[in-house]
């Protein structure tokens, strides 16, 4: 793999870490739950340990494809900057309208023994902005890149993808007492009111979506 490869993914993968979902879940578990150090730990766990499987599953699936049909590595492209211009578009057309944020709460039957099933569901809900994944695998598809090699990429994006949400947990994890008034407050202010609808971010991301899908239709 070239340079600019490993640092396209890594640029890719710190984007794709922007995930405020688990980031402030983690917060949430660490704030409300009972036994918050494990349960948090096991809630990443199960977070990062479905990214990894679904990423990988992505890029083997791409892969074998690729290399099973004739022209194979360009109908991967094409599909997967679809499925960005997709993504994307969907993410556009929900910045239009002003929606409810996510209650930031625990429900009562979260505990240790489901905290990991909660992390692997909320990976799975946040499918939608994973649009950073789908451009990796691309990327990766693209490169044709030998299989081992791929799936230590595959690895190494969601060993950076985890990063920030680890060191947050290690942090909170050891200063959670001293932290506890200022995540108290980051909870409720993100938790508080809807989301605005927001024209020129909508358009932003509708660029974008235009931008993928002419790429991939002149591949």
Same mark, same amino acid.
């Given at each position: 793999?070239?340079?600019?490869?490993?640092?396209?993914?890594?640029?890719?993968?710190?984007?794709?870490?922007?995930?405020?979902?688990?980031?402030?879940?983690?917060?949430?578990?660490?704030?409300?739950?009972?036994?918050?150090?494990?349960?948090?730990?096991?809630?990443?766990?199960?977070?990062?340990?479905?990214?990894?499987?679904?990423?990988?599953?992505?890029?083997?699936?791409?892969?074998?494809?690729?290399?099973?049909?004739?022209?194979?590595?360009? /109908?991967?492209?094409? %599909? $997967? &900057? @679809?499925? =960005?211009? +997709? *993504?994307?578009?969907? #993410?556009?057309?929900?910045?239009? !309208?002003?929606?409810?944020?996510?209650?930031?709460?625990?429900?009562?039957?979260?505990?240790?023994?489901?905290?990991?099933?909660?992390?692997?569901?909320?990976?799975?809900?946040?499918?939608?902005?994973?649009?950073?994944?789908?451009?990796?695998?691309?990327?990766?598809?693209?490169?044709?890149?030998?299989?081992?090699?791929?799936?230590?990429?595959?690895?190494?994006?969601?060993?950076?993808?985890? /990063?920030?949400?680890? %060191? $947050? &947990? @290690?942090? =909170?994890? +050891? *200063?959670?007492?001293? #932290?506890?008034?200022?995540?108290? !407050?980051?909870?409720?202010?993100?938790?508080?009111?809807?989301?605005?609808?927001?024209?020129?971010?909508?358009?932003?991301?509708?660029?974008?979506?235009?931008?993928?899908?002419?790429?991939?239709?002149?591949?």
């Amino acid at each position: 793999m070239t340079a600019g490869l490993v640092w396209g993914l890594v640029g890719l993968a710190l984007l794709d870490s922007l995930n405020t979902s688990t980031l402030l879940v983690v917060v949430v578990v660490l704030l409300l739950a009972r036994r918050p150090v494990l349960s948090a730990w096991l809630y990443l766990a199960g977070a990062v340990g479905s990214f990894l499987l679904l990423a990988l599953g992505l890029y083997l699936g791409a892969s074998g494809a690729a290399a099973a049909v004739a022209g194979g590595t360009l /109908l991967v492209r094409r %599909v $997967a &900057l @679809l499925l =960005v211009a +997709v *993504l994307l578009g969907v #993410l556009a057309v929900r910045r239009l !309208r002003e929606r409810p944020r996510r209650a930031l709460d625990l429900p009562r039957w979260f505990s240790p023994a489901t905290a990991a099933v909660v992390g692997v569901l909320a990976t799975l809900a946040d499918l939608p902005t994973a649009f950073p994944l789908f451009l990796a695998v691309e990327r990766l598809t693209a490169a044709g890149v030998e299989r081992g090699d791929g799936v230590l990429a595959v690895l190494g994006y969601t060993a950076v993808y985890a /990063l920030p949400a680890l %060191v $947050a &947990l @290690l942090v =909170v994890s +050891v *200063l959670r007492e001293r #932290l506890r008034p200022g995540l108290a !407050r980051v909870r409720d202010l993100v938790g508080a009111g809807p989301v605005p609808r927001s024209v020129p971010v909508a358009v932003l991301l509708a660029l974008g979506a235009l931008a993928a899908a002419a790429v991939a239709v002149l591949l």
